[in-house]
């Protein structure tokens, strides 16, 4: 038992979220964005990756400065570009 509380436990410490389906949605981008922040809050996610895709780069610059909002930045600790993959970003979280 106490090896598949560890395995659920793995498996819940990463949510990913790919833009690619919704990248002509400004909405639905800016609504799956703020989903994706606060169900990571809500349990206590450690990571989130996003995906915006390679592309010209523009769905990836809304993604950052979706990120950057004041209001959006307390809610996780860091981000980071992947330096192997254009098309990721990582925002990782810190709880309590």
């Not at 895709?53 to 600790?77: A, C, M, N």
């Amino acid at each position: 038992m106490a090896l598949m509380s560890l395995l659920i436990r793995h498996l819940m410490t990463k949510l990913k979220l790919d833009l690619h389906e919704i990248c002509k949605n400004g909405n639905l981008i800016e609504k799956e964005l703020h989903r994706i922040i606060e169900e990571a809050n809500e349990k206590r996610i450690a990571l989130v990756e996003i995906i915006p895709g390679k592309g010209s780069g523009q769905l990836k610059k809304t993604v950052l400065r979706f990120l950057d909002r004041p209001e959006i930045k307390r809610k996780y600790h860091r981000i980071k570009k992947d330096s192997k993959n254009y098309g990721r970003v990582f925002v990782h979280f810190k709880h309590d």
